[in-house]
């Protein structure tokens, strides 16, 4: 499974992104996909994750202001972001669990006060 984020950039406080994820590979199942983050000097958290014809989880940070999205038949996930918050900046990374966890490449979102 490979996993192609789009998306990311700088913005101001206040503002809106949009990511965008996108899984292909051979024949695969995919349970829970997601999307979780990175600051500098901090340790990956999860921001939002869609289990498999399941409800939508968020952390608390997040919640009211970012929505998470999962296209099941296209293996897509986005994240739209709103409300955007300095503390949001980090790398973002798309996750998708399948066989094994898997991971994108990680996009980069900053947030200027």
């Known amino acids: 499974v490979t996993l192609v984020e789009s998306g990311g950039g700088l913005v101001q406080s206040g503002g809106s992104l949009k990511l965008s994820c996108e899984a292909s590979g051979s024949w695969f199942t995919i349970y829970d996909m997601g999307w979780y983050r990175q600051a500098p000097g901090k340790q990956r958290e999860l921001v939002a994750l869609?289990?498999?014809?399941?409800?939508?989880n968020y952390a608390d940070s997040v919640k009211g202001r970012f929505i998470i999205s999962r296209n099941t038949d296209k293996h897509t996930v986005s994240l739209q972001m709103d409300s955007l918050k300095p503390k949001d900046t980090a790398v973002y990374y798309c996750?998708?669990?399948?066989?094994?966890?898997?991971w994108g490449q990680g996009t980069q979102v900053t947030v200027t006060s």
């Open positions: 996750y998708a669990q399948s066989s094994r966890d898997y």
């Open positions: 869609v289990p498999h014809n399941g409800i939508a």
